[in-house]
């Protein structure tokens, strides 16, 4: 019997644990999408205690938290940080087979030299522990990025953010470049009125442009897009039920938007003709700069109305949704691709069942004009889990070239949640090791070794343009 979680976890054969600890283990991290907040990072904080840093919106957790029936009051409500990492120690040992079980013990390990299994019993132990490691200074924020070797870190930032805390990083030389990634699902989110004159409202003050019709509202976001674009930004990122690809002419979209501008509701059809207007806009704006955009289609948001009033979005109460993906998305794609207009792109599916879809259809755009231009990205969300990562990896492989795949990212808003690239390296080797083993690739560790150190690092990096130098800190777009 194997020990729990020893330097080869999940790695089953010899050539599987030869793969990780030769090939893989040591790459670094470039962490292309993520929610880490930017100003945690410029003001280098120093997090008072592990619920801190391990609770504070995570709605994974949260969501195990309640499904053990711990209440509301230990994950977003009132309770000091003890009592609600307390409550999170008790429900851990429930969740054996959840990745969070894995995740969990790995971060532990990996941060803080915890061996200990958490529960009940251990909770007050490894609380007090980690919570005056964190006190340390080699415990800042900055100082976990360089603790898990990342090189290049994208954080997810709408167009009316002033990117003041990215500009303090850059002005403080830190060595790990932090870049925005364009998000602008608000402006295009017309389902409300009064919110959506208020982002107007917010678009108008931080541009300077009075927007009184269709064409104002585009010069004024394509401002942001320029401005992001000077502060090192050339990432894009939308996170929709499903691309909108409806016909639309510009007479419409005038007459859309000045009735949303009146206050007035939008029908449908009409909300759909003005997404897939905005979509087209920002496409073409992302070509035009060489961008790479990315697109998170399909899931089923704040499905509790109640807990929605109550506490807000992005608290735990979405899920995967079972929308039409392959029509619309090939539409859109064609017509940026028949005008020449097609960036780089990264396609992520929330619902499994779209696996072999997303797996097909980057086939149909990829042109020869750059390695694996349209890239299906990782498993995402309610998929980055062992099973998950397995299915996309194989789908991948049976479908496209998972040799040219740009890999792991972390999705995440923790800065303990590196050791996820750990793990799905290690679900990547054992299933290169495996197939080695079994006669089905050739045993050439070197050549196999290679091409799992690119899916880690080095086709993000050559994907995105990036030259990575590590000392001096240096930021450079490479044009290719």
Known sequence: MKPFLDENF???????????????????????????????????????????????????????????????????????????????????????????????????????????????????????????KLQAKEFSVRNLLRKMNVKMVCTTDDPVDSLEYHQKIKDDAFETPILPAFRPDNAMNVSDPVKFLDYIKKLEAITNIAISSFDDFLSALQNRHDFFAAMGCNVSDHGLEEIYADDFTGAEIDTIFNKVQGGK??????????????????????????????????????????????????????SIGDFSQARGLSKFLDKLDSNNKLAKTILYNLNPADNELMATMVGNFNDGSSAGKIQWGSSWWFLDQKDGMTKQINTLSNMGLLSRFIGMLTDSRSFLSFPRHEYFRRILCDLFGDEIENGELPNDTNWVGKVIQDICFNNAKNYFGWQLDNKPATFKKVIV
């Open 10 to 132: 999940l790695l089953k054969t010899k050539t599987a644990q030869r793969l990780y600890h030769e090939f893989a283990k040591d790459m670094p991290i470039l962490d292309y999408h993520c929610h880490l907040p930017p100003q945690q990072i410029a003001e280098d904080m120093q997090f008072k205690n592990l619920a801190q840093v391990w609770l504070y919106g995570d709605h994974y957790k949260w969501r195990a938290m309640r499904t053990n029936g711990v209440d509301e009051s230990y994950c977003t409500g009132n309770k000091s940080d003890w009592e609600k990492f307390q409550k999170w120690a008790e429900t851990v040992p429930y969740t054996l087979r959840n990745p969070l079980y894995h995740w969990t013990h790995l971060e532990l390990q990996r941060y803080f030299d915890v061996q200990n299994i958490l529960n009940a019993d251990t909770a007050k132990k490894i609380y007090e522990e980690c919570t005056a």
């Open 265 to 318: 509701n939008l029908s449908d059809a009409e909300q759909r003709k003005f997404r897939s207007a905005m979509l087209i806009h920002f496409a073409e704006w992302d070509w035009e700069k060489g961008w790479v955009q990315q697109f998170h289609l399909g899931a089923l948001r704040s499905n509790n109305s109640r807990m929605l009033q109550t506490i807000g979005p992005d608290t735990g109460w979405d």
